[in-house]
């Protein structure tokens, strides 16, 4: 199996590595005057290839049937682990060829894709994924390329960036998918590290503090939706070295694209390698976070409208404080237990916010029927801990986050544009930038 050691990107998995290292130590294979003995070829060669699809929920539950379950379950594992790593090879290509030429086609990339597909197996849906992943890169190559084609001036496009003009001097660079900020004032490079443009806040003596600490820094958020993950910038008073520094900042923008999706598609799979109940557990709930996070920012904008009606008190005389509400809506604000039982009523029971009720119920069938009945117990537990535990827990944080901010100070109208465009997992983050850990 190639691996193309003239990447200039470290590996998305480092899985590939360790499985070059496992495919040796399983054959037993040893280096002699610099020549491998055939026995240990002929055993590597058995993992080059996969004839036809390999589909593994599909072939692990042919596996209960099969007259050998042992040697059958061995084989399926051997057959799921070369496939995830030439997953990976997939997605280490893509990005060389994508940094050597950023118009590269879409048809190039389904070359790509086919003749990885014909060598690891790929299923039909796994090969949609990285056109999918492929695709959004091309959405946001253009969206870069277009910006900076509007706003050619450097201080202009700074300020069409982050709405506000540069203090200092700025020089901006496009790449295959971001801009590249080189700040020669720490006031503006401290403006992006923070994220105070998303809610237009000037940046502070401690924000300048923090950020002056870091020599770059790769987000991402961004003002305009179509650029999100396409802003780098660097700190030219501490950047020891532009080049990697550029180099260092511009893996982060194109891995977090790229590595996510090859994230996802190898996650579910992942299940079938859980050597006991603990590691299965792992496995599943990280599968129900996925759909979580997914509803999580209608989960947000939920909080956020509580907030523009009426202020959320304290966690306490849920039903006083909710009956007020209901009658005026104005009158003594409303409580954060009542806004957390309104987003956590189920569906059936009248619930308006049970965003992913569904989509969970489809996935715990998903796992049935792969992994068999006899694991409904655990499947069942990691869905309560997940969508119930985890989940009241990220509202109840949310809620302390907005009411810590006003506490500080801010306005409500304030409150609400500096956490709009962060995820709700990260409003902690931002107490943190602004007042340290609270």
């Known amino acids: 199996m190639k691996i193309y050691k003239s990447?200039?990107?470290?590996?998305?998995?480092?899985?590939?590595?360790?499985?070059?290292?496992?495919?040796?130590?399983?054959?037993?294979?040893?280096?002699?005057?610099?020549?491998?003995?055939?026995?240990?070829t002929r055993a590597r060669e058995k993992r080059n290839r996969i004839d036809g699809v390999f589909d593994p929920a599909r072939q692990l539950r042919e596996i209960r049937s099969a007259p050998n379950p042992q040697v059958a379950l061995q084989e399926y594992r051997d057959k799921l682990s070369f496939q995830k790593k030439g997953m990976a090879l997939?997605?280490?290509?893509?990005v060389f060829e994508v940094r050597r030429n950023p118009d590269i086609t879409l048809e190039k990339v389904d070359e790509l894709i086919e003749k990885h597909g014909a060598t690891y197996g790929f299923t039909p849906a796994q090969k949609s994924e990285v056109r999918w992943v492929m695709r959004e890169f091309?959405?946001?190559?253009?969206?870069?390329?277009?910006?900076?084609?509007?706003?050619?001036?450097?201080?202009?496009?700074?300020?069409?960036?982050?709405?506000?003009?540069?203090?200092?001097?700025?020089?901006?660079?496009?790449?295959?998918?971001?801009?590249?900020?080189?700040?020669?004032?720490?006031?503006?490079?401290?403006?992006?590290?923070?994220?105070?443009?998303?809610?237009?806040i000037p940046v502070s003596e401690?924000?300048?503090?923090?950020?002056?600490?870091?020599?770059?820094?790769?987000?991402?958020?961004?003002?305009?939706?179509?650029?999100?993950?396409?802003?780098?910038?660097?700190?030219?008073?501490?950047?020891?070295?532009?080049?990697?520094?550029?180099?260092?900042?511009?893996?982060?923008?194109?891995?977090r694209l790229f590595s996510s999706s090859a994230k996802k598609v190898e996650n579910y799979y992942s299940i079938f390698e859980a050597k006991n109940d603990s590691e299965l557990r792992a496995c599943i709930e990280r599968e129900f976070r996925a759909i979580r996070r997914t509803h999580e920012p209608r989960t947000a904008d939920e909080i956020l409208a509580y907030m523009k009606t009426a202020p959320i008190g304290d966690f306490t005389n849920s039903i006083e404080i909710e009956s007020e509400y209901q009658g005026n809506k104005?009158?003594?604000?409303?409580?954060?237990?009542?806004?957390?039982?309104?987003?956590?009523?189920?569906?059936?029971?009248?619930?308006?916010?049970?965003?992913?009720r569904d989509e969970k119920e489809r996935l715990i069938r998903r796992f049935l029927r792969d992994l068999g009945e006899e694991k409904e117990r655990i499947i069942r537990k990691s869905a309560e801990r997940v969508f119930v535990n985890e989940y009241q827990e990220l509202i109840r944080q949310g809620i302390r986050v907005f009411k810590i901010l006003l506490q500080r100070g801010f306005s409500v109208e304030r409150v609400i544009g500096l956490l709009t465009s962060e995820p709700l997992q990260k409003w902690q983050k931002v107490v943190n930038r602004h007042y340290g850990h609270a």
Do not use: W
Request: charged residues 25%.
């Open 138 to 200: 091309k959405d946001k190559h253009n969206a870069v390329h277009s910006t900076r084609e509007n706003y050619p001036d450097d201080s202009k496009l700074y300020a069409y960036l982050f709405a506000r003009p540069p203090v200092g001097r700025v020089e901006i660079e496009e790449g295959p998918l971001t801009f590249y900020i080189r700040c020669h004032d720490q006031r503006d490079y401290a403006y992006i590290y923070s994220q105070n443009f998303l809610s237009g």
């Open 90 to 94: 997939l997605y280490e290509q893509i």
């Open 330 to 356: 104005t009158a003594s604000g409303i409580s954060g237990e009542y806004v957390l039982q309104t987003l956590m009523t189920p569906k059936e029971k009248g619930g308006l916010y049970d965003y992913f």
């Open 7 to 40: 990447f200039d990107i470290p590996p998305l998995s480092d899985e590939i590595h360790e499985y070059e290292k496992e495919v040796k130590e399983d054959s037993g294979e040893i280096a002699v005057n610099g020549l491998n003995d055939s026995a240990a």
């Open 206 to 255: 401690r924000d300048v503090t923090i950020a002056n600490e870091t020599g770059g820094v790769s987000i991402g958020s961004a003002i305009q939706s179509e650029l999100r993950g396409c802003i780098i910038a660097e700190n030219v008073t501490r950047a020891s070295d532009h080049h990697i520094t550029h180099i260092h900042e511009e893996q982060h923008a194109i891995k």
